[in-house]
């Protein structure tokens, strides 16, 4: 036993005795914990048949040393600051050398510095980045919502937004070393509500003409008829208008805006195809002042006009299949074609005989 009460550790002696004290040449590594219980190394002369290590004056374990006593490996203790190390052996004791135990930086407080995006649907499920220092390991919450936490780094965390009601929310980053919030927050974007559906929602297949779309939450929107996405002309949180896009006659497709908060639908857009008659028109004989009320059957038909000649009908009625109207006047003895031009092209719908 040694004058600390550990067990002393003597390594093997010299084939030759070393008969002087032991010198220290160094230790390595110079430095360790304030807890101790790391490995150091000492190299030297003299070093076997070691009877105490002391660092400071706290005595180290003695684990190993070389026959030829050029090393010797001891167990630090606990201590503070730099201490001098030295070797005792019967011969007597070593010059010191310098160890120094380094204190367990504190962990820092997380300070982050941006988000992106800023702003995300209500439902949640935004992949969002946050950049800043003292991130790695953090948990991060979104108006008191636990986020998921994909990774995180010293500078990035990378997660998806939780659901939250709609509104500014703080977004806090927590490690062991504290909490910090985001500058800014995160704004939850309520998904579109529509209360006035597209308009007009009939076009020829060329589209062009100009729609609207009333409701609120549409800033920000994109506006897609069918799957072709429209040009906005101007948007609002409550009103759209924009350039209808060509689209295939004689159809009919949906109509979704989308904004960062979400879909919504915006009715239907029906792309006209020329008219189609199936019953030319009905009576095909008029006297020469008219007046009689004429049909016309067919399928296109919305948005008609009726021309005699080059005389445009009156119409009484006009359906996607019907036409009525009034048979305007004409010359005695003469017959003209009837032609039926809608938005989306024109049809002959038979002849008008005007009687003598």
Known sequence: MNASGHAAFLAPSLTLPWPLPPVLLADNPNAGPVAGGNTVSLTGLGLNSATQV?????????????????????????????????????????????????????????????????????????????????LAGAAVAFGGVAATVLFSTTNVIVGLTPAHVAGNV???VVTTGGSANVPGGFTYLAAPVITATITPSISIPAGGAVFTIAGTGLTGATVTVGTTTATLTANTDTLITGII????ASTTVTVT????????????????GAPVITATITP?????????????AGTGLTGATVTFGTT?????????????GIIPPGTASTTVTVTVTTPGGTAVAGTMTYTA
């Open 245 to 248: 896009p060509p689209g295939t």
């Open 284 to 296: 095909s004989v008029s006297i020469p002042a008219g007046g009689a009320v004429f049909t016309i």
């Open 54 to 134: 002391h660092f400071g004056t706290a005595p180290a374990t003695v684990v190993a040393g070389d026959v030829l006593g050029f090393s010797l490996v001891v167990v630090a203790p606990p201590g503070t600051g730099t201490v001098a190390v030295t070797v005792t052996t019967p011969n007597g004791t070593s010059n010191p050398v310098a160890y120094t135990y380094l204190a367990t930086p504190p962990e820092s407080v997380p300070s982050p510095t941006a988000i992106l995006p800023t702003f995300g649907p209500v439902a949640g499920g935004t992949t969002f980045v946050i950049s800043g220092t003292g």
């Open 170 to 172: 703080p977004v806090s």
């Open 312 to 324: 445009t009908a009156t119409l009484t009625a006009n359906t996607d299949t019907l036409i009525t």
């Open 257 to 272: 805006v989308t904004t960062p908060g979400g879909t919504a639908v915006a009715g239907t857009m029906t792309y006209l």
